[in-house]
């Protein structure tokens, strides 16, 4: 794989390349997906005049370790490889980073709806308001679990080193430009937020069954989520319409 690694930009001339540079991008947007939910919930718990730097320095760092990683292929290659087998199943250092990112967020997102269903009536460490620096160390190691899934799927789609960064760098630019209202449409509607909680959730079990080599395909996940979003969104219109009558 490494040796078919291109940094050159001939791709350019190429309209395949153009097709790439569309998919991956596409694709990277979607996989950000997840990054932009968490980081648009954590830094709802900070004071509302630092949740705009919050989201801002989240992104910077999403980007900035998936162009890290990128130029690392060697590394991310080797973590691909069998470390040692538990069974049947051969272990590698990607399937560590995985489980450890799977737990991470599942208990991360479990705390979090704790404290929005008994946050009120309770006040404890865990429950407590984050502070700046320590939501940024959340939203830097969730980055890395991201950022890893990430260059995994752009280093299997294309083979320009070049092109996978320009995606990279579109589809951070396109979280940025929408972090700010997927961020408060999140803090508006209070059930969405249990809603985006829950897929947090369904994220951390898809991470954590990836590591342990049950791969569940990212389009029954991403099937999940839309179909209760929509569900939501059908909820919360009728509740608009009842309101008003």
Do not use: C
């Amino acid at each position: 794989m490494l040796a078919e690694i291109d940094f050159s930009w001939e791709w350019v001339l190429d309209p395949k390349g153009w097709v790439a540079l569309t998919t991956l991008t596409a694709l990277e947007v979607i996989l950000g997906i997840d990054n932009l939910v968490f980081i648009s919930i954590l830094s709802g718990r900070l004071p509302p005049e630092q949740r705009a730097k919050a989201r801002r320095i989240g992104l910077a760092l999403a980007m900035g370790m998936r162009v890290v990683l990128l130029t690392m292929l060697s590394t991310i290659m080797a973590m691909t490889r069998p470390l040692f087998h538990v069974m049947e199943h051969a272990v590698s250092g990607r399937d560590l980073v995985l489980l450890a990112g799977g737990v991470f967020l599942l208990v991360k997102s479990t705390l979090e709806i704790h404290h929005h269903v008994e946050g009120h009536h309770e006040r404890t460490a865990t429950t407590a308001p984050l502070g700046f620096s320590r939501a940024l160390v959340q939203i830097a190691l969730l980055d890395i679990v991201f950022s890893l899934d990430s260059v995994i799927t752009a280093v299997g789609t294309v083979e320009h080193i070049t092109l996978m960064i320009l995606a990279v760098a579109i589809s951070i630019l396109v979280m940025v430009l929408f972090v700010n209202a997927v961020a408060e449409f999140v803090e508006r509607h209070p059930t969405f937020k249990m809603l985006a909680l829950s897929f947090l959730v369904l994220i951390g079990v898809a991470l954590f069954a990836d590591g342990l080599g049950l791969h569940i395909p990212k389009g029954y996940v991403y099937f999940a989520m839309a179909f209760s979003l929509s569900v939501e969104l059908l909820n919360m219109r009728f509740r608009k319409r009842t309101a008003k009558a």
